[in-house]
T-cell receptor, first 112, second 112 residues
Framework: DTAVSQTPKYLVTQMGNDKSIKCEQN?????MYWYKQDSKKFLKIMFS???????INETVPNRFSPKSPDKAHLNLHINSLELGDSAVYFC???????????FGSGTRLTVV | AQSVAQPEDQVNVAEGNPLTVKCTYS??????LFWYVQYPNRGLQFLLK??????LVKGSYGFEAEFNKSQTSFHLKKPSALVSDSALYFC??????????FGTGTRLQVFP
């Protein structure tokens, strides 16, 4: 069973559209995250949720809205997509301060 | 503020030779340090972590890392490189916040 699964794996869409990426973890972790990896492979945290509560919200445009219906799911909705949103988005989960993160396989978003 | 530096964009090594991928960090308090590997078009895979205890930590695929508090370093090492080790390696640090901050990545190229 996949520990952290993201859908879709690839997403190609036009500028101005709204899209969602879904993430689910079956590890029983309390905390989930969204990271963005740009074309230079830099990884930057976007959001973090702990038990459905938002605890980290980096400087991200408010077109990005995370939603956590329960502690096993963290979805990312993006409104009015822009070319600069093209990137790979990774979901991750962790348990405790010393726990490593388990990452999903990523969603490659291409905005045309 | 937490930060991680990976001073080398790329490390080239011949198969069978030892390899080192460098990482230095800055964090207030005790650091939690991690190494991840990313293969092309894949997610990040956990290699190893340092939380406390022995300064030399062993991880997956024969990798190990040495924590050096005085030099604030956490270099990744392997005694004998394999061509299959070629990938992008990320060092990461987690301090008193819940954020895992990543370095910029080092591309390891192992030549036959």
């Amino acid at each position: 069973d996949t520990a952290v699964s993201q859908t879709p794996k690839y997403l190609v869409t036009q500028m101005g559209n709204d899209k969602s990426i879904k993430c689910e973890q079956n590890l029983g972790h309390d905390t989930m995250y969204w990271y963005k990896q740009d074309s230079k492979k830099f990884l930057k945290i976007m959001f973090s949720y702990n038990n459905k509560e938002l605890i980290i919200n980096e400087t991200v445009p408010n077109r990005f809205s995370p939603k956590s219906p329960d502690k096993a799911h963290l979805n990312l909705h993006i409104n009015s997509l822009e070319l600069g949103d093209s990137a790979v988005y990774f979901c991750a989960s962790s348990q405790g301060q010393a726990g490593g993160y388990t990452f999903g396989s990523g969603t490659r978003l291409t905005v045309v | 503020a937490q930060s991680v530096a990976q001073p080398e964009d790329q490390v080239n090594v011949a198969e069978g030779n030892p390899l080192t991928v460098k990482c230095t960090y800055s964090v207030s308090g005790n650091p939690y340090l991690f190494w991840y590997v990313q293969y092309p078009n894949r997610g990040l895979q956990f290699l190893l972590k340092y939380i406390t205890g022995d300064n030399l930590v062993k991880g997956s695929y024969g990798f190990e890392a040495e924590f050096n508090k005085s030099q604030t370093s956490f270099h990744l090492k392997k005694p004998s490189a394999l061509v299959s080790d070629s990938a992008l390696y990320f060092c990461a640090v987690r301090g008193h916040t819940d954020k895992l901050i990543f370095g910029t990545g080092t591309r390891l190229q192992v030549f036959p």
